[in-house]
């Protein structure tokens, strides 16, 4: 008898319904690893309301501290999903107060700012390669353009077309950034079990006068090197597919396979 392949489309009716067949996320190895599932779609608002954000890991021990002055008063927790297009970083910084608008552009980092860190080919090499950046993205851009944020950074950074949507909360601030993944720097065609090289910094500054504060994800960037080399990056590997999930009231759908003979 002929062999056939039926595929069933499984629709979720309600609004905002997801279903969905994901395994427990991977959490990876908090400073080293980072396991980013893919297709999921994010409303890019900075509301981290979208259910791609429950499902992910979020990352929030960060355990390479360098303080400069002042005392250790703010903390951070991240994120990261994708789609085909982009690379989604979710960012939910705790700070009892924000400094914002004495340095801008590539002084952003003495001021309160978050930093993302790519290395597209994971070479990891002591100075940046042409695929190597780092997007700074300071509280300045509270509610401002999330298409055309003010962006610090090295190795090209600012120049990389990386959108966030960052807004204030009773606890500090939230960034939800989105880099894309083909760009005048690289071309990432994301696959299961595709790695790059990434890293999150934090800086904070209490009182106006430069960077008080800096916390590091990367447990190989303990002296603060990611800006010039990617030697230091820990590993973001992309986790996927195996469902598509929507949010904010569109249809979640996800495919079944069925052989008869």
Known sequence: MKKFVVLILICGLAMGLAITS??????????????????????????????????????????????????????????????????????????????MGENVGGDVWQDDSVEVYIDANNGGTEAYDADDVQITIGADNIGGDIDNPKLGGSGGGPDTGTKAAVVKTSTGWDVEAAVPLKNNKWDIKIADGLTIGFNVHLNDDDDGAGRDHKLIWSKKDPDDRSWTSSAPYGDLIFAGPVTSVSTKGKVATAWGMIKSE
């Open 22 to 99: 994901w395994a427990a996320v991977n959490p990876g190895v908090e400073g080293e690893t980072y396991y980013c599932s893919f297709p999921l779609t994010v409303v890019l608002d900075g509301n981290l309301d979208d259910a791609a954000w429950s499902i992910a890991s979020w990352h929030g021990d960060i355990i390479q501290r360098e303080t400069l002055t002042g005392s250790a008063d703010a903390d951070i927790m991240f994120a990261a999903v994708a789609d085909m297009e982009w690379l989604y970083v979710a960012i939910k910084v705790s700070d009892d107060k924000i400094q």
